[in-house]
């Protein structure tokens, strides 16, 4: 039996009839989890890898990401390892411990890192009178490169990260995972 056919056999003729079963069934909640990894964070983030900054006879670039959440204020820790070079000098290895906030950027289904704040550059086999400027720099570069690149894109061929774009209820860091509350 055809829906319009049903609905007329359960006495919903009028538009208000049916206004009121889609009120009824909008009213009622159904919400769901997209659990994504550190992972997926990962993944991610490295199609956009190597990135680079220089200043002065300095130049890093940003190699690869590690990912992890914290659950206290749906925080994440970013450590992004670097290749610094200076003039004259052979190529030197480090990292960075960045923290940071996630937020949603709903119009393009966009996570980003918000109040991100390098809390360490570690960088082996400097001269001490370089130190300050390369970690000036790759600070620089790391704070750059997280302000402006996306963490992650919901994927529009994947149907609950498309329906989480749409109706998106909240965002939070749990058990290791990036969490999206999704629901009507």
């Known amino acids: 039996m055809p829906a319009m056919q049903y609905l007329r056999s359960r006495g ?4 208000a009839g049916l206004l009121a079963v889609c009120l009824l069934v909008a009213s009622c909640s159904v919400s769901y ?3 994504l990894t550190a992972d997926d964070i990962q993944q991610f983030l490295r199609q956009k890898l190597p990135v680079s900054v220089s200043k002065f006879l300095v130049a890093a670039t940003v190699t690869s990401v590690q ?4 659950e206290s204020d749906n925080g994440v820790v970013v450590r992004p ?3 610094v070079s200076l003039v004259g000098q ?3 290895r480090g990292y960075a411990i960045v923290s940071a906030q996630i937020r949603y950027v709903p119009p393009t289904g966009e996570f ?6 390098v809390v360490l550059v570690a960088v082996e086999g ?8 390369v970690e000036e720099v790759a600070g620089k570069c790391i704070e750059g490169y997280l302000a402006t690149q996306p963490i992650y894109r919901l994927k529009q061929s994947d149907f ?10 909240s965002v939070r860091t749990h058990n290791g995972r990036l969490e999206l509350i999704v629901g009507t």
Request: aromatic share 4%; net charge positive; proline share 7%.
């Open 12 to 15: 919903l003729r009028t538009p």
């Open 67 to 70: 990912v992890e959440f914290i």
């Open 126 to 133: 400097l001269p001490d009178s370089a130190r300050p400027t």
């Open 90 to 92: 052979q190529l030197v």
């Open 160 to 169: 609950k990260q498309s329906l989480a774009k749409l109706v998106l209820k």
């Open 112 to 117: 980003f890192l918000d109040q991100a704040k």
């Open 33 to 35: 989890t997209v659990r």
């Open 81 to 83: 390892d670097v290749e």
